[in-house]
């Protein structure tokens, strides 16, 4: 799903206004990171409401990994690097 589908989606299902696509996108461009970080950077659009929507339009549950505990064994399964960037 591309950056500007998902920003036509939002506006479609009323859940952001097409200014604050707007808005985020010129942040986005500006910052050079995803649309996202934009939203939620600027108040527009919390995490947990975009995780449950993009759940929606893909047809998988939303899940929050604070609920879970993670054996020490697994976590030193991810290289240093990888947690890093994806911010695990």
Known sequence: MATDRIGELLIRESIIS??????????????????????AKLGI???????????RQYGVPSISLGEF???????????KEVAIKHTV
């Open 69 to 79: 505990e993670i054996d020490l064994e697994v976590i030193e399964l991810i290289p």
């Open 45 to 55: 659009l919390g995490e947990k409401e975009l995780t449950e929507f993009l759940a």
């Open 18 to 39: 097409a200014k604050q696509l707007r808005d985020a996108q010129v942040d986005q461009h500006r910052t050079g990171k995803r649309l996202a970080y934009s939203l």
